[in-house]
């Protein structure tokens, strides 16, 4: 029995991938400025109706104060800043609020929440397979508990999805529901 569907692993993948934007991007531009630039491009390339537009724009009319008055908009602007950028604008940004988005309509909201708690241990595993960190014992504890947890939220979720198919089908005794 599969816990995780396929559009949820990548909705994870793709949410927990920010970890390679910021770790390419802060040593060559400050942490405000780098997310200033994010949200910059990310509302580039959205449509200004969107969701998404508007939240890029709050978030870059708050970082930019921030990113001029501790780091002066300072940033050493090359391939590994335009990489971290665009990846974090586009794949991490528009592609992991998009799926997020479709998974809320297509999905109960208690599955999709309770993903978050997958984010601090599969961004460990990310940064264990791209950067070569070091993987640590208490990451594998948090992810097999929130394992555990996802696996008997979803069991509860099945088991009262049979029980309303059940109800469903015998109406005609709605006291047994």
């Keep these: ?84 950028i665009i990846w974090l604008a586009i794949p991490v940004s528009i592609g992991a609020y998009g799926l997020m988005f479709y998974l809320i309509r297509t999905r109960d909201a208690t599955r999709i929440s309770a993903l978050q708690y997958f984010v601090p241990p599969v961004t460990m595993m990310i940064a264990w397979a791209v950067f070569g960190e070091a993987l640590a014992g208490l990451g594998f504890l948090g992810l097999f508990i929130t394992s555990v947890g996802f696996y008997l939220m979803s069991l509860s979720q099945r088991r009262a999805n049979q029980r309303q198919s059940v109800c469903q089908a015998d109406s005609a005794s709605p006291e047994k529901c």
Excluded: N
């Design 1 to 84: 029995m599969r816990v995780l569907k396929g559009d949820e692993l990548l909705f994870l993948l793709l949410w927990c991938s920010g970890y390679i934007g910021a770790k390419l991007g802060v040593p060559v531009a400050g942490p405000f400025t780098l997310l200033l630039y994010r949200f910059l491009v990310m509302m580039l390339v959205v449509a200004v109706m969107t969701a998404l537009f508007w939240h890029g724009l709050l978030a870059a009319l708050c970082l930019a104060p921030l990113a001029w008055w501790f780091e002066g908009f300072a940033a050493a602007w090359g391939g590994q800043l335009v990489f971290a």
